[in-house]
């Protein structure tokens, strides 16, 4: 069965640092994969999402940049983190090239910007 | 650009009440619709799902949605809620191969 895993499940930053969140697939291949950003009272806001390895769509213009080095492999990074970067950041993926699959969701990670 | 809007932000009501949770979303073309919940220290998970057919969508847990296309709208209900049922739920839509988009969620508790 398909697992995803996200690391890590907390983290707190100093402002200006850098940052790398790692997910990672395991049993599919090809699977599209998304890192989103929830806020309270705000949903799940899609940052980026990748239809395979080199290939990242970007959706809103923000301190972050995502990469794909691998086929099950999805980084989310920041070269210097603002305190607005903090917040709860879920990984998903879903089967490729189909749209009537859900989404499945990581458990997140909480990052503070202190 | 496709769009999702939940209009209960939070909605509280006692144990065996009736549920229905209101999801309205705006694109004009053929749309895959979903629910997602999220309980308490839980990762987001799939409650139900349309893509076509019967827009009466029955889901996990007593859950069901119905698909009226006229009103753009996939409303969540359930006939009678649990304390269990205190979560967050999200509506969300695509179409084609796009990423899904969320509503911004409401988050039902409910009483004992």
């Known amino acids: 069965s398909q697992t995803i895993h996200q690391w890590p499940a907390t983290l707190v930053q100093p402002v200006g640092s850098p940052l790398s969140l790692e997910c990672t697939v395991e049993?599919?291949?090809?699977?599209?994969l998304y890192w989103y950003r929830q806020a309270a009272g705000r949903g799940l806001q899609l940052l980026f999402y990748?239809?395979?390895?080199?290939?990242i769509s970007s959706e809103v213009p923000q301190n972050l940049s995502a990469s794909r080095p691998q086929d099950r492999q999805f980084i989310l990074s920041s070269k210097k983190l603002l305190l607005s970067d903090s917040g709860f950041y879920l990984c998903?993926?879903?089967?490729?090239?189909?749209?009537?699959?859900?989404?499945?969701f990581g458990d997140g990670t909480r990052l503070s910007i202190l | 650009a496709q769009s999702v809007s939940q209009h209960n932000h939070h909605v509280i009501l006692s144990e065996a009440a009736s549920l229905e949770l209101g999801c309205n979303y705006s694109y004009g073309g053929t749309v895959n619709l979903f629910w997602y919940v999220q309980y308490p220290g839980q990762h987001l998970q799939l409650l139900l799902k349309?893509?076509?057919?019967?827009?009466l969508v029955k889901g996990i847990k007593g859950f069901e949605a119905e698909f009226i296309k006229s009103k753009f709208s996939f409303n969540l209900r359930k006939p009678s809620v649990q304390w269990s049922d205190t979560a967050e739920y999200f509506c969300?839509?695509?179409?084609?191969?796009?990423?899904?988009?969320f509503g911004k969620g409401t988050r039902l508790s409910v009483i004992a």
């Open positions: 990748s239809v395979g390895i080199g290939q």
């Open positions: 049993g599919t291949s090809n699977p599209n």
């Open positions: 349309y893509f076509s057919g019967d827009p």
């Open positions: 998903a993926w879903s089967v490729s090239r189909t749209s009537d699959q859900p989404q499945h």
């Open positions: 969300a839509v695509n179409s084609g191969n796009t990423p899904l988009v």
